[in-house]
């Protein structure tokens, strides 16, 4: 028997699937609750990236070029460029 999107068994798949799910709920508690703060918009990045994993998990892409080392470094990267170069170019507009 085939477990859960690939896992070993039904109960590791659900198992890892939930801890995700976990995470992703605490990140984004801790996304609403940090409003005013200046690290704010570095929690997006572990936001992207628990999504993105756990979007793998559950459409079973494990086996496919998406979940590749190089693949998944390389979107993190752009994301997390494109979310420094927004959060300084905005913060430049609101001093201006």
């Keep these: ?6 896992f070993s068994s039904l109960r590791v798949g659900v198992w890892v ?8 709920f605490a990140f984004i ?7 005013h703060k200046k690290y704010r918009f570095a929690l997006l990045a572990p936001i992207f ?4 994993q756990l979007a793998i998990y559950l459409f079973d892409a494990r086996a ?3 979940n590749d080392f190089s693949s998944k470094t390389i979107v993190y ?4 460029i ?8 905005g913060t ?3 001093e201006n």
Excluded at 49 to 52: A, C, H, N, S
């Design 1 to 6: 028997m085939k477990g859960f999107s690939g």
């Design 17 to 24: 699937v939930s801890l995700f799910i976990l995470m992703l």
């Design 29 to 35: 508690g801790w996304f609403y609750e940090a409003k």
């Design 49 to 52: 990236m628990i999504t993105f």
């Design 64 to 66: 496919n070029t998406t």
């Design 77 to 80: 990267f752009v994301f997390v």
């Design 82 to 89: 494109c979310l420094v170069l927004a959060y300084f170019l």
């Design 92 to 94: 430049r507009k609101r």
